[in-house]
């Protein structure tokens, strides 16, 4: 599986969603609201073995976004 | 409970812009045929400069409102449109529900549609009536608390008073106005003629966190799941200078977070309260002296000022907490009808929490009579969940238990459908799954007169 695809499922599962997620943004759908911010946030640190700064988890505004802040931790979604 | 009167200096601010109550005014004032004593607005609100005008209109021209969410199923809005017939529904223009009104207009993101009401010539609505909340969260029973004039008077008073609430406060919205932990806000900064900055933003959004870092934020309030997140986010270990109050509804705060919250406050010079209310008592019931928290880190505290607490029983210690004060509501109302009754309770009220007294007069709360539970301090009825799946999921016989925040799902039927149950009720009643666990038993026992027993 590539990153992309492990990154996609994280979504897809904690969301119930099973809709595109590559266009999804915080708040887009009712699914994403602060609480499973936190929960997709959880999710993604275990799945990508990795500890996010508060501001990345703040400005992890939107699926997009959220590749480029992962890149942050050396993360490549590819 | 006497309020001194500083709605004068009451501010809000909203995108850095600052409104008076005179500007206030200036924005109902092209609507004041929505504002008529006889007849029920229902507001779907946000926290904007626009809901909570309207609602300050309303209190003041002591016109009946009914708060809701800006995010309530059309389905639902258009049952409560229905059983409650109002002249005036104001709701979000993205909302889209089928019913005929006499006139609409529009005013930025809210849609004011009028109906004609020729239901109310038998049945006035009660001069008393200020607010009507919803109570359960969205298993379609649509109960409200009838919330007077003088509830929402008498409990600003006393949250003023031992908040010690002044001109000075500033706080940011946190929680909807439709539940009552947050109106009770907007009532006590609105008396307390305090600043209000609104924002729709949830806190793990940036701008929430511009508010605290550009604002002489002075106090903070939230539910437990509030925070969790807060904590989550790194609050905890920031300075904000001019925070000197946090206080804490909705529901249980998990101890060990109490404690790092208690020990962020003293560190900080926060005054931290840690408080116990319900809707059915306009918002607050009691609440913890910041100096006594740490000896009484598990206690709701002591009642507000102007009211009592009692421990309802006979022969043991413990047994239900009944509350005696001006802030307990006049009863419920299911639909139109109700809104002619007077008071029911006659300031007295059966809170359907167990608890008990220690020796200092402060109050612990134990179990719950009644049978539900709080999901991120949003009450789920229980029995309305099991009814829910089962008029979806035909043949199936559930069950339906838990703790606050851990809702458990049990059902009896010949084939697995734990993935449908779930998707059904995590869709249905906005819960995240995580919440849930769902599994399948041989058998539902039941009592003699052929009741669900649970345990």
Redesign the interface.
Known sequence: MSTLDKYRKVFKECFQYDGDVDALEYQSIEEWDSVAHMQLMAELEDEFKVEMDIDDIIDFSSFKEGIKILSKYDVEIA | MILNNNISSFKLIENDQSYSIDDIWKITSPFEYIFNKQELIILCADNDIFSISIYLKALKSRTPIMLLTN?IDPIELLKILENFRPSILIVNNTLLIEASYRSKENYENYNIFSYATDQHSSLPINKNLAVLLPTSGTTGSAKFVRISHQNIQSNAGSIINYLKINTKDMTVTTLPMSYSFGLSIINSYFNAGATLVLTNK?????DF?TIMESNKITSISGVP?IF??LD???FFKKCYPSLSTITQAGGRLKRDLKKKILEYSIANNIDFFVMYGQTEATARISYVPPSELANKIDSIGIPIPGTKLNIDSKYLNEGELVLEGDNVSMGYALDFKDLHKGDENNGRLKTGDIGYKDADGYFYITGRKSRFIKI?SVRLSLDDTEKLIENEFEGLDVLCTGMDDNLLIEYVDKINCDEEI??FV?KKI?I???HLKISKIKKILRNSSGKKMYN
Request: glycine share 4%; hydrophobic share 30%.
């Open positions: 995010d949830s806190i793990v959004s940036r966190w799941y969790e997140l989550k986010l790194g991120n779930k998707i995590c906005k995240h799954h995580k």
